[in-house]
Each structure stands twice: as C-alpha cells, then as structure tokens.
T-cell receptor, first 113, second 115 residues
Framework: EDQVTQSPEALRLQEGESSSLNCSYTVSGLRGLFWYRQDPGKGPEFLFTLYSAGEEKEKERLKATLTKKESFLHITAPKPEDSATYLCAVHNAGGTSYGKLTFGQGTILTVHP | DADVTQTPRNRITKTGKRIMLECSQTKGHDRMYWYRQDPGLGLRLIYYSFDVKDINKGEISDGYSVSRQAQAKFSLSLESAIPNQTALYFC??????????????FGEGSRLTVL
C-alpha cells in the first residue's frame, strides 16, 4: 500500500526565514511525486511534478527536490503570502493503485511579517 | 466562473438523511474524482471516473455512491448520512495528459456536517 508522510505538521516562520518541508513516501513503483498548495477555504492548487531521483523544480521562492525515499520543498526567504497548507502526493505506476494519487496529510505553513 | 463548480458549498444535515453533492466542470476533461479531506488525514479518494461509462472505487467508498451523468457532471451521494461522514469534500478533474503530470484541478469544496 502506498504511503505518504509529511513533516512537520505545522511550521511557523518569520518573513525571510528559509526552511524546508519534508515528504517521505513508500510506493511500489513511482510514476510521479507532486506538490500542491492549499489556501484556507480553497481546493488544492498544483505546484510541481517530480519524476525521478535527483530532479529539481523551482517556482519563485519554492524549490522541490526528490530522492528515492523523500521529497523536500525548500522555501527561500518566505513572505506572508506563502502561508498555506502544502500537500505532497504520489502516483503509483501500476497495479491496483493505477489511476489515483495518494496524498500526505499536509504541512501548515505560517509566515509572520 | 470557476472551472470546477461544487454545490452545495456548505450543508448541515441529520443522521440518516440522503445527501447529494454535485460537481460540474467546464474544462472539457474526461476524468473526474471525489476526494474527502479530514484534519490530519489528508485527501482520500472516494470514487473516480475516467469517462462516462467508467466508475471506480477509491480507498474509502463504503457508504458512498456516485453517478456520472455526463462528461461534465459527477455527483456523490450519501444514501444514509452518518456523523463520521462529516468532512470537506472535493471534486477534481484531469485529462489523460494532466493525469500523468499529476495536475488535478480541484473545486472549492463542499463542507458537510452530519449531526
């Protein structure tokens, strides 16, 4: 069974204080690992797809990296508008899990001015 | 207008009542999904449909049923609601390309409270 665990559950940062969110995963065959952002009262919004170990993707102050067991979402010099819940998900390459994403429980990020 | 629209956005009901949550999309996607979100548990898949004639159970389908009335419409029903079905429900869509890139397009959610 595919499993995704995110840590920490919640993270409070001061504006400009860089940090990282972790996503550990167990999947029989990884087709892709995905990061989403969710604002309060909204549906998740897609950020990145990572397909293989060593791959990196960047968007503004966010950088996602992938190893064979985990992914990190690095946030450089965050701003208050980066406050949100960040979700990680994996897509299994086949078997009974085909066609669905397995999500982690999310990390709630709060950036104080 | 939103590309993925869910109705109702909020609903309070009583145990034993039948509830239907509706989802419609204007993205032209063939794949639609219903997820449930609970604090500390993340998003869990209830049902998914890859086209009008294709319906598949997700990891937590017990107590739920779905109907794919058209390519653009996918409804979730709770035949006899119970309190532990209190949650935030999301509809999502994708096509074959965005499915492979992991890009699901979510609605804004339907908050259901069962008393």
């Amino acid at each position: 069974e595919d499993q995704v665990t995110q840590s920490p559950e919640a993270l409070r940062l001061q504006e400009g204080e860089s940090s990282s969110l972790n996503c550990s995963y167990t999947v029989s065959g990884l087709r892709g690992l995905f990061w989403y952002r969710q604002d309060p009262g909204k549906g998740p919004e897609f950020l990145f797809t990572l397909y293989s170990a060593g791959e990196e993707k960047e968007k503004e102050r966010l950088k996602a990296t992938l190893t064979k067991k985990e992914s990190f979402l690095h946030i450089t010099a965050p701003k208050p508008e980066d406050s949100a819940t960040y979700l990680c998900a994996v897509h299994n390459a086949g078997g009974t899990s085909y066609g669905k994403l397995t999500f982690g429980q999310g990390t709630i990020l709060t950036v104080h001015p | 207008d939103a590309d993925v629209t869910q109705t109702p956005r909020n609903r309070i009901t009583k145990t034993g009542k039948r509830i239907m949550l509706e989802c419609s999309q204007t993205k032209g996607h063939d794949r639609m999904y219903w997820y449930r979100q609970d604090p500390g548990l993340g998003l869990r898949l209830i049902y998914y449909s890859f086209d009008v004639k294709d319906i598949n159970k997700g990891e937590i389908s017990d107590g739920y049923s779905v109907s794919r009335q058209a390519q653009a419409k996918f409804s979730l029903s709770l035949e006899s609601a119970i309190p532990n079905q209190t949650a935030l429900y999301f509809c999502a869509t994708s096509d074959s390309w965005t499915h492979n890139t992991g890009e699901l397009f979510f609605g804004e959610g339907s908050r259901l409270t069962v008393l």
